[in-house]
């Protein structure tokens, strides 16, 4: 757990060292390169709108949001059609105008609201010139007869238009009947009022609108009269004729969608003139090879629609208010910008898979949403350029991205090429992104590397250590600092790379020490003088400062920054270093000093205060001078003896508790026997009897021997020593378990058991003052626990006051 946390190091360091100014301009780049993309794809996307270039792509969306909105047609609406049947019936076309004088007249005996009669009356009928007068007066009789009026170029050369009106004479409404078609040849819209000078003075009204005036209930006037004028665009063209009211036609459905008689049928009889009441006629040519015949959006197999049929939607389309408006181009062009603007954000700030999930969505949001207002408001906006321009801007700016990563890598694994480290660089060919990912990936490999490299780098150090950022937070711990901080450096381990909070360095600092008030301002120094984040009223220790730590134990907290690439700090390292064993050595180095300046110079001083004695009685005393010289010389001698003792159980447990020992195998029965052999002068003595117990199989293990055999002559010269005269002392090596036993019982005065704990201190003596206790330095027990100790093993004992002493030196067998 912990080294996967420290296995972060190059990682959380690298995030926390990255350089602001770099990251800052290519940023600005960045941004600079997308504003330019922008522009430039926003002025492209406007000039196709303004130039017509997706005008295709709109036609065809127009063409299928219409196809696919079918209507019923009004039922009062019927075409009279003059069609085959009628022409090879009556004769050839054009008839004579008494013919259509008398169609008219059978039509409005039915009461029609309105008759539309579409077909050119502008000139006069040479062959039978009374047919006119009579088709004036079946018109006058039927008193609601709109008919048309035809704009064609002049024939002079001069550019101009010329109108065509019907025979003053005939005295009807008149409107133009000009068909609009698209670059594509397709019929979708018509001018509702067009003519050579300001169309609100005068201009002709569209035929269908005239119609769509009376048509209308008393009192409520279609929309086309009114706000379609208004809302619809307007044209003036370059040889001064003028159009107005532009609207788009909803058609109904294909041809045929209308209700319609045969013109034949109405002359001869055949139709019911109350068929036509209260309805809109229209008169119009149908037969095949006759009248104007064009492509609309819902024709089918090729098929075209006659005019009258398209009168007849137009008719329809403004007296229900259906007709459909382009937006305005105000509004147009504010949807295309903000549709590109959406889809350059989008690439912007998202991922590439964003960016094109997003770059899709907002082309089906236009083609719906173009679709939508073209059902639901009658208001047609043109998708097409807006959505060219999203789909050029996102491979334009995928392109531009690849450019700037290809760019950014190159520089990237250059500079790391000539960046020192630990690890072989990887050396790259080629400009392509797959070159370049290969480099890259070869360049991770050697971050790994180097990471695994500083991971491992970090758990090895002696020292607890912590890395923290410059909020004081916790990024990094080794092993050692979380064993001193579990709670807290804990959750460290276990929150990794998911974001949460990290574990403030204030406490780990609270956790540690029972009195964490000086840690704590060290840190606060530490932090405000390389963060800069407070004014730093100490100075800070250059080596750190000591805490007392839980346990009698002793921490020395030291603290540096870690800079990054650019030189800033980027965080702190903290350690925390546990200087115990150096305590303990300098408080046994002032024992020692106390040690060689009062117990080893006090039998120094008095051998030469003896001495000095000594002189004085030889220059003075010549009587006692034998005995006298005999008494002082066995005093000298024994304060020597008592001298040269302290030396040898000093350099013995200093040697014993010294770092280096050579450990060899030895087999413990033969110690315990050349131990036992150095005391049995000293046993027969005392006239102690010294029983040694050894196993039949040899005890063999690792260790030192000499000190293994001084150890053991300690605790069997203490045994001696302690034993009134004529007793026994027990000297038995056992193998129990994994350890070798050496036991040793006396039957001596024994031990309190409130004394026993002091047993191993230095220089101290238990029975020191009182009658019959033998000499000794009072370090000879300390040395048997130091011998111990060095070989992984303990001394105990057993005794109680009056009962003698058991001295276990366990050891074990590995």
């Not at 009441?277 to 959006?297: C, I, N, Q, R």
């Not at 999930?357 to 207002?373: E, F, H, K, N, Q």
């Not at 020395?556 to 702190?572: D, F, N």
């Not at 309190?752 to 238990?766: I, K, N, S, T, Y």
């Given at each position: 757990m912990v080294g996967r946390v420290a296995g972060r190091v190059a990682v959380a360091v690298s995030a926390s060292t990255e350089p602001a100014a770099p990251a800052r301009a290519f940023g600005r780049r960045t941004l600079a390169e997308w504003c330019v993309l922008v522009a430039a794809v926003l002025v492209l996307a406007l000039l196709a709108a303004r130039q017509g270039w997706t005008e295709r792509a709109d036609?065809?969306?127009?063409?299928?949001?219409?196809?696919?909105?079918?209507?019923?047609?009004?039922?009062?609406?019927?075409?009279?059609?003059?069609?085959?049947?009628?022409?090879?019936?009556?004769?050839?076309?054009?008839?004579?105008?008494?013919?259509?004088?008398?169609?008219?007249?059978?039509?409005?005996?039915?009461?029609?609201?309105?008759?539309g009669v579409d077909v050119i009356l502008s000139e006069r009928d040479t062959r039978y010139p009374q047919d006119d007068a009579l088709l004036a007066r079946s018109l006058a009789q039927a008193g609601n007869v709109v008919l048309p009026v035809v704009a064609e170029p002049s024939t002079g050369g001069t550019g101009g238009m010329l109108v065509r009106y019907p025979l003053a004479g005939l005295g009807a409404a008149v409107g133009h009947i000009n068909m609009v078609v698209d670059t594509d040849g397709v019929a979708r819209q018509v001018w509702l009022r067009e003519g050579p000078q300001p169309v609100e003075a005068a201009g002709v009204p569209h035929l269908a609108a005239v119609m769509a005036g009376m048509l209308a209930e008393p009192g409520r006037a279609p929309r086309a009269l009114d706000s379609y004028r208004q809302e619809a665009a307007r044209l003036t063209e370059s040889n001064g004729w003028q159009r107005s009211g532009r609207v788009r036609i909803p058609?109904?459905?294909?041809?045929?969608?209308?209700?319609?008689?045969?013109?034949?049928?109405?002359?001869?009889?055949?139709?019911?003139?109350?068929?036509?009441?209260?309805?809109?006629?229209?008169?119009?040519?149908?037969?095949?090879?006759?009248?104007?015949?064009?492509?609309?959006?819902?024709?089918?197999?090729?098929?075209?629609?006659?005019?009258?049929?398209?009168?007849?939607?137009?008719?329809?389309?403004?007296?229900?208010?259906?007709a459909i408006l382009a937006v305005p181009r105000g509004w147009q062009l504010a949807g295309t910008l903000l549709a590109v603007l959406l889809a350059a954000l989008a690439a912007l700030r998202l991922p590439p898979r964003g960016a094109l999930v997003a770059t899709g969505l907002l082309l089906v949001a236009l083609l719906g949403g173009s679709l939508a207002l073209l059902a639901l408001a009658r208001l047609w906006f043109a998708p097409a350029a807006a959505a060219l321009g999203c789909l050029l801007f996102y491979p334009l700016w995928a392109w531009r991205r690849q450019e700037a990563a290809l760019r950014f890598l190159a520089d990237e694994l250059a500079r790391l090429e000539r960046e020192p480290g630990l690890m072989p660089a990887p050396h790259y060919t080629g400009a392509t992104l797959d070159s370049r990912m290969r480099a890259v990936y070869g360049m991770s490999a050697r971050l790994r590397g180097m990471r695994r490299f500083l991971s491992d780098g970090l758990e090895s150090l002696p020292d607890a250590t912590a890395i923290c950022d410059l909020a004081g937070g916790v990024m990094l711990a080794n092993r050692r600092c979380v064993a001193l901080a579990p709670a807290v450096l804990g959750r460290v381990a276990a929150a990794g790379d998911t974001g949460e909070p990290r574990a403030p360095i204030r406490d780990v600092i609270e956790a540690l020490f029972p009195a964490p008030a000086p840690a704590l301002a060290y840190w606060h120094a530490l932090h405000g003088r390389h963060a800069g984040v407070r004014p730093v009223q100490d100075p800070v220790p250059e080596g750190g400062i000591e805490v007392a730590g839980r346990g009698d134990r002793r921490y020395l907290l030291h603290g540096a920054p870690l800079h990054g690439e650019s030189g800033a700090v980027a965080g702190l390292i903290v350690s925390v270093t546990d200087i115990t064993a150096i305590r303990v050595a300098e408080r046994q180095r002032e024992q020692m000093l106390r040690f060689l300046s009062h117990d080893m110079r006090s039998p120094q001083a008095s051998i030469l205060?003896?001495?000095?004695?000594?002189?004085?009685?030889?220059?003075?005393?010549?009587?006692?001078?034998?005995?006298?010289?005999?008494?002082?010389?066995?005093?000298?001698?024994?304060?020597?003896?008592?001298?040269?003792?302290?030396?040898?159980?000093?350099?013995?447990?200093?040697?014993?508790?010294?770092?280096?020992?050579?450990?060899?195998?030895?087999?413990?029965?033969?110690?315990?026997?050349?131990?036992?052999?150095?005391?049995?002068?000293?046993?027969?003595?005392?006239?102690?009897?010294?029983?040694?117990?050894?196993?039949?199989?040899?005890?063999?293990?690792?260790?030192?021997?000499?000190?293994?055999?001084?150890?053991?002559?300690?605790?069997?010269s203490n045994a001696i020593k302690f034993s009134p005269h004529g007793a026994e002392v027990a000297v038995t090596l056992t193998h129990a378990g994994e350890h070798f036993v050496i036991a040793v019982q006396d039957h001596g005065p024994g031990i309190d058991e409130a004394d026993q704990a002091r047993l191993f201190e230095p220089f101290v003596r238990l029975h020191e003052g009182r009658q019959g206790a033998p000499d000794g330095t009072g370090l000879g027990l300390v040395l048997v626990r130091a011998v111990a100790e060095r070989h992984g093993g303990k001394v105990t004992v057993q005794s109680a006051a009056g009962a003698g002493a058991t001295f276990r030196i366990e050891l074990p067998t590995g």
């Amino acid at each position: 757990m912990v080294g996967r946390v420290a296995g972060r190091v190059a990682v959380a360091v690298s995030a926390s060292t990255e350089p602001a100014a770099p990251a800052r301009a290519f940023g600005r780049r960045t941004l600079a390169e997308w504003c330019v993309l922008v522009a430039a794809v926003l002025v492209l996307a406007l000039l196709a709108a303004r130039q017509g270039w997706t005008e295709r792509a709109d036609l065809a969306a127009y063409d299928t949001a219409i196809a696919a909105q079918h209507h019923p047609a009004r039922d009062d609406i019927v075409i009279v059609a003059i069609d085959d049947a009628s022409i090879t019936a009556i004769g050839r076309w054009p008839w004579r105008r008494a013919v259509l004088g008398q169609l008219v007249e059978r039509i409005a005996a039915g009461g029609p609201r309105v008759i539309g009669v579409d077909v050119i009356l502008s000139e006069r009928d040479t062959r039978y010139p009374q047919d006119d007068a009579l088709l004036a007066r079946s018109l006058a009789q039927a008193g609601n007869v709109v008919l048309p009026v035809v704009a064609e170029p002049s024939t002079g050369g001069t550019g101009g238009m010329l109108v065509r009106y019907p025979l003053a004479g005939l005295g009807a409404a008149v409107g133009h009947i000009n068909m609009v078609v698209d670059t594509d040849g397709v019929a979708r819209q018509v001018w509702l009022r067009e003519g050579p000078q300001p169309v609100e003075a005068a201009g002709v009204p569209h035929l269908a609108a005239v119609m769509a005036g009376m048509l209308a209930e008393p009192g409520r006037a279609p929309r086309a009269l009114d706000s379609y004028r208004q809302e619809a665009a307007r044209l003036t063209e370059s040889n001064g004729w003028q159009r107005s009211g532009r609207v788009r036609i909803p058609y109904a459905g294909p041809p045929g969608t209308f209700a319609r008689v045969s013109a034949r049928d109405v002359l001869e009889g055949r139709i019911d003139p109350a068929r036509f009441a209260g309805k809109a006629v229209l008169v119009g040519a149908m037969a095949t090879g006759m009248g104007d015949v064009l492509p609309t959006p819902v024709s089918r197999d090729g098929r075209g629609m006659s005019g009258v049929e398209i009168l007849a939607n137009t008719l329809q389309a403004l007296t229900d208010g259906d007709a459909i408006l382009a937006v305005p181009r105000g509004w147009q062009l504010a949807g295309t910008l903000l549709a590109v603007l959406l889809a350059a954000l989008a690439a912007l700030r998202l991922p590439p898979r964003g960016a094109l999930v997003a770059t899709g969505l907002l082309l089906v949001a236009l083609l719906g949403g173009s679709l939508a207002l073209l059902a639901l408001a009658r208001l047609w906006f043109a998708p097409a350029a807006a959505a060219l321009g999203c789909l050029l801007f996102y491979p334009l700016w995928a392109w531009r991205r690849q450019e700037a990563a290809l760019r950014f890598l190159a520089d990237e694994l250059a500079r790391l090429e000539r960046e020192p480290g630990l690890m072989p660089a990887p050396h790259y060919t080629g400009a392509t992104l797959d070159s370049r990912m290969r480099a890259v990936y070869g360049m991770s490999a050697r971050l790994r590397g180097m990471r695994r490299f500083l991971s491992d780098g970090l758990e090895s150090l002696p020292d607890a250590t912590a890395i923290c950022d410059l909020a004081g937070g916790v990024m990094l711990a080794n092993r050692r600092c979380v064993a001193l901080a579990p709670a807290v450096l804990g959750r460290v381990a276990a929150a990794g790379d998911t974001g949460e909070p990290r574990a403030p360095i204030r406490d780990v600092i609270e956790a540690l020490f029972p009195a964490p008030a000086p840690a704590l301002a060290y840190w606060h120094a530490l932090h405000g003088r390389h963060a800069g984040v407070r004014p730093v009223q100490d100075p800070v220790p250059e080596g750190g400062i000591e805490v007392a730590g839980r346990g009698d134990r002793r921490y020395l907290l030291h603290g540096a920054p870690l800079h990054g690439e650019s030189g800033a700090v980027a965080g702190l390292i903290v350690s925390v270093t546990d200087i115990t064993a150096i305590r303990v050595a300098e408080r046994q180095r002032e024992q020692m000093l106390r040690f060689l300046s009062h117990d080893m110079r006090s039998p120094q001083a008095s051998i030469l205060a003896l001495i000095e004695l000594h002189e004085r009685r030889a220059r003075g005393d010549a009587g006692d001078a034998g005995d006298s010289n005999s008494a002082v010389l066995h005093r000298i001698a024994a304060h020597a003896r008592r001298t040269m003792t302290l030396a040898d159980d000093f350099i013995s447990v200093a040697r014993a508790e010294s770092q280096s020992l050579a450990f060899t195998e030895v087999e413990l029965g033969g110690l315990v026997l050349d131990a036992t052999d150095q005391l049995w002068a000293l046993a027969n003595a005392r006239s102690v009897s010294l029983q040694v117990d050894l196993p039949d199989e040899p005890a063999v293990l690792r260790g030192e021997p000499s000190l293994l055999v001084r150890a053991i002559a300690n605790v069997v010269s203490n045994a001696i020593k302690f034993s009134p005269h004529g007793a026994e002392v027990a000297v038995t090596l056992t193998h129990a378990g994994e350890h070798f036993v050496i036991a040793v019982q006396d039957h001596g005065p024994g031990i309190d058991e409130a004394d026993q704990a002091r047993l191993f201190e230095p220089f101290v003596r238990l029975h020191e003052g009182r009658q019959g206790a033998p000499d000794g330095t009072g370090l000879g027990l300390v040395l048997v626990r130091a011998v111990a100790e060095r070989h992984g093993g303990k001394v105990t004992v057993q005794s109680a006051a009056g009962a003698g002493a058991t001295f276990r030196i366990e050891l074990p067998t590995g």
